[in-house]
């Protein structure tokens, strides 16, 4: 299996180096959980190793072989006493695992919105019921559309924001170019980043293409019902701050009916 995400594997926690805000939020959520943990999407393991450094035992999936391997080099670093950590390259439409039985799965930094069609978002939600132990709870976090991104104009790259990697002292200029097929939901984008050296010179740039499917809140809502869920909580943010009419962001706890 190989994923486009593949080419990024080597810069990407460099890159998205500032995106924290969530983690302290999915490390609560699994250590009230107890575990084990199920992570779709897990990436390098950004979410994953912070809530096994918590003690809690985690299954880490996603589709990019480069991705887990990276993820794989970090494991070392945790603590004496971390949870387990088990790595599966898989896609999270139709997984198999050897274990079973989680008390939480989570779906963080977005990762729902890479089903592109309903009927994958329904594969999905349905093959997490599956692997939920009795009162387990389903956590992901997704971006509430916003009309005025929706109806902007497509192919001009803009300004995202610079990144400054603390661990390695690597600068980044992030760029982010879209075009919206809103009859569908489907958003093409394109991360454009560009490595800075010390005098502000270019010295790389990487192009990442990927699609999303945006998903609106009542749709959401009307989703989990009809696959077998009640939504416990909606967030506005990573706080646990009621969601309103200002909210950026999506944060779903849902449990399975029985």
């Known amino acids: ?26 490390v609560d959520e699994a250590l009230k959980s107890g575990g084990p943990v199920l992570e779709l999407g897990c990436g390098t393991g950004r979410v994953t190793l912070p809530m096994a450094q918590a003690g809690v035992d985690v299954v880490g999936l996603d589709s990019s072989p480069r991705m887990l391997e990276a993820a794989r080099k970090k494991m070392s670093l945790l603590d004496e006493g971390s949870g387990r950590v088990t790595l599966v ?17 989570v779906v963080p930094f977005r990762g729902f919105l890479c089903l592109l069609s309903a009927a994958d978002q329904m594969r999905t939600l349905a093959n997490v019921r599956r ?3 009795p009162g387990g709870r389903l956590v992901f976090n997704v971006f509430v559309p916003d009309l005025n991104m929706l109806t902007s104009e497509g192919d001009t790259a803009y300004h995202l924001r610079d990144v400054t990697d603390s661990a390695t002292g690597r600068q980044w200029v992030l760029w982010h170019q879209s075009r919206y097929d809103n009859h569908n939901q489907i958003i093409d984008c394109r991360v454009i980043a560009e490595e800075l050296d010390g005098q502000g010179s270019v010295v790389g740039r990487r192009y990442l293409d990927f699609q999303i499917r945006y998903v609106h809140v009542w749709e959401m809502r009307h989703l989990l019902a009809r696959c077998g869920y009640e939504v416990l909580d909606l967030f506005g943010d990573f706080e646990r701050s009621p969601f309103d009419e200002t909210s950026a962001e999506a944060v779903w706890v849902a449990s399975a009916l029985e």
């Open 1 to 26: 299996m190989t994923s486009s995400y593949d080419p990024w594997a080597d810069v990407y926690d460099s890159i998205y180096s500032h995106v924290r805000g969530d983690v302290p939020f999915y």
């Open 89 to 105: 390259n898989a896609d999270m439409r139709d997984f198999e695992t050897a274990a079973g039985g989680f008390s939480l799965v």
């Open 131 to 133: 692997h939920l132990a």
